[in-house]
């Protein structure tokens, strides 16, 4: 049986720490749907479409992911919606450190009581990318500092057009 998982977030921008989190889910499932939020109640860098193509620039011609086994989508409803839609059985959610883990608990059991027949599971980057957030990246960015460490090429040369 094939499984679907969806990963969703705001990736605004994505990073290797969510790219990490691909790579793992790869090694999974057979199909990872990237579902970038749009949500009226957060105040983005970049437009919905410019995460959706920052995310496809990056995975598909920065690190030459498969494009069969990987589908970049945006939304705006709910995780599980999308998960119907998308006949995926599985919500993948990134932790960073123990902070995380309250919130995505909390998060995860609310799926659960509106589709008791979606699972959620926890995934860590690797240790060297466990600490980037894009709300770092983004400030760091601000104030001319390196940020090639957290980003590949393309969403850093977007980020500093974006920054100008």
Do not use: W
Not at 112 to 117: A, D, H, R, S
């Amino acid at each position: 049986m094939k499984t679907t998982a969806i990963y969703p977030g705001t990736f605004d921008p994505i990073t290797y720490g969510h790219i990490d989190v691909i790579k793992k889910s790869l090694k999974i499932f057979d199909k990872v749907i990237v579902a970038a939020a749009e949500n009226i109640n957060k105040d983005y860098l970049f437009s919905i479409e410019e995460r959706v193509d920052i995310i496809k620039n990056s995975l598909f011609k920065d690190l030459k992911l498969n494009r069969k086994r990987i589908l970049v989508v945006p939304f705006n409803t709910l995780t599980i919606k999308l998960c119907k839609q998308y006949k995926a059985s599985v919500i993948i959610r990134g932790l960073r450190a123990v902070s995380d883990f309250e919130y995505e608990f909390q998060l995860a059991g609310m799926n659960k009581k509106l589709n008791e027949k979606i699972e959620t599971i926890f995934m860590m980057s690797d240790v060297e990318n466990q600490i980037i957030s894009s709300k770092f990246v983004k400030e760091i960015a601000k104030l001319n500092g390196k940020i090639d460490k957290f980003l590949t090429k393309s969403i850093v040369k977007k980020l500093k057009n974006k920054l100008e």
